[in-house]
C-alpha cells in the first residue's frame, strides 16, 4: 500500500515524534509499502489535502496530534489512519476529564482537581486554594500534554506558584494530583474495537527520581521488566483495567495505559496514550517482543487493524 506517516509536529514532544517516525517509516518500508513521510506543520495544511494514500500512519505526539485535531481533519478529507479518532483522542488527551469517566466506572485514581487558569487573577489564588485542598507531596501538570512535560512533584509549599507557572506554561487548564508512591507500570492494548487484548505489563523503574523525560528516551534512562514480576491476580486486573480504560474512551487498534500500584497493591490510573512512543526506548515495542512481535511485525498489526473500520471517526 501507499502510507504516509505524519511525524515531528509543532508539540513540545517533537523530539520524540521524529524517533517514532524515522522507526515507523523503516518498518513499513520493510513490509514492502510504499512510504511518504512528512513533518508535519499545522500552518502546511495543504500536505494533507492532496494526499493520494491508502493510509496515514499518525506518528505524531502531543498537542495537535494526539488530541483529536489531526484525526478531524483525516476524517474530512475521507483519508482512513491508524489509530484512535477524533472523541477518543480528545477525551484520553484531557486528563481530567479522562479520570471523570474512569472514576464512574470504578477504575481507581488518584484524588485530584483541575484549574482553569484564566479564571484567576494570579497563580498565588490559584496556590492558596491547592495549599488548602492538598497536602504536599502533590503533582502539578497540566492537563493536555504528553512525556512529563510540565510536570512538577511539589515537595514544599513553597514551590507551589513555580510549579504552576510551569504547567501553565503548556495549557490553560492545570491538574494537581495527589503524589501516590509505588510501582510504575504500563499495559499495552491492542486489536479491533470491541475485541480488544492486553499484551504483558510491563514495569518501568527510572533511573531517576520519577520517570520524567530523559527517563522516557534517554537510552539508559529507565529499566523495563517484562513482564512485571507482579502476581497473576494483579497482572490480570491491570490488564482487564487497561482494556476497560481503552474501551470507555472508544479507542481503536491501540493505546497503552499507565498506572501506579500503590502501597496497598491497588492498581491507580494515570492515563490512556492513544499514539504511544514508538522510539527504540519506547515501551509498546519491548511488550510485543515477548509475544513474538518484532517493532516491525507491531506496526504491520496496526495497519492491517486500521483499514476495515476507519470512517467512523470515532
Request: aromatic share 8%; proline share 5%; with cysteine.
Amino acid at each position: 500500500m501507499k502510507v504516509a506517516v505524519l511525524y515531528g509536529g509543532v508539540s513540545g514532544e517533537r523530539e520524540v515524534s521524529l524517533s517514532t517516525g524515522k522507526g515507523i517509516i523503516q518498518a513499513l518500508k520493510n513490509k514492502g509499502h510504499e512510504v511518504i513521510g512528512i513533518d508535519f506543520d499545522p500552518s502546511k495544511i495543504e500536505q494533507l489535502i492532496h494526499l493520494k494514500v491508502d493510509l496515514v500512519f499518525i506518528g505524531l505526539h502531543g498537542r495537535f496530534g494526539e488530541d483529536g485535531r489531526i484525526q478531524g481533519l483525516l476524517d474530512m478529507l475521507d483519508i482512513p489512519y491508524v489509530g484512535s479518532g477524533v472523541l477518543s483522542s480528545a477525551l484520553a488527551m484531557d486528563k481530567a476529564k479522562s479520570k471523570q469517566i474512569f472514576e464512574t466506572n470504578d477504575i481507581p485514581t488518584a484524588l485530584s482537581h483541575s484549574y482553569e487558569i484564566n479564571r484567576y487573577e494570579n497563580y498565588s489564588v490559584i496556590a492558596e486554594e491547592v495549599k488548602a485542598s492538598f497536602t504536599t507531596p502533590f503533582v502539578v501538570k497540566p492537563n493536555q500534554e504528553g512525556s512529563t512535560l510540565g510536570l512538577t512533584i511539589v515537595k514544599e509549599d513553597s514551590q507551589i506558584d513555580k510549579a504552576i507557572e510551569v504547567a501553565a506554561a503548556s495549557d490553560t487548564v492545570i491538574l494537581v494530583e495527589e503524589y501516590v508512591r509505588g510501582r510504575e507500570v504500563t499495559v499495552p492494548v491492542v486489536g479491533k474495537q470491541g475485541e480488544e487484548t492486553a499484551l504483558p505489563v510491563i514495569e518501568i523503574i527510572p533511573k531517576s527520581d520519577y520517570y520524567d523525560f530523559d527517563s522516557k528516551y534517554k537510552p539508559g534512562g529507565s529499566e523495563h521488566i517484562v513482564p512485571a514480576k507482579v502476581s497473576d491476580e494483579l497482572t490480570e486486573q491491570l490488564q482487564n483495567y487497561a482494556v476497560q480504560a481503552h474501551q470507555l474512551l472508544g479507542c481503536s487498534v491501540y493505546s497503552r495505559v499507565d498506572f501506579i500500584i500503590n502501597e496497598n497493591n491497588t492498581p491507580i490510573i494515570l492515563e490512556v496514550n492513544t499514539l504511544p512512543g514508538m522510539t527504540p526506548t519506547s515501551l509498546f515495542p519491548d511488550s510485543a517482543q515477548v509475544v513474538g512481535w518484532s517493532y516491525d511485525d507491531l506496526v504491520e498489526q496496526f495497519v492491517n487493524l486500521s483499514l476495515p473500520n476507519k470512517s467512523q471517526g470515532l
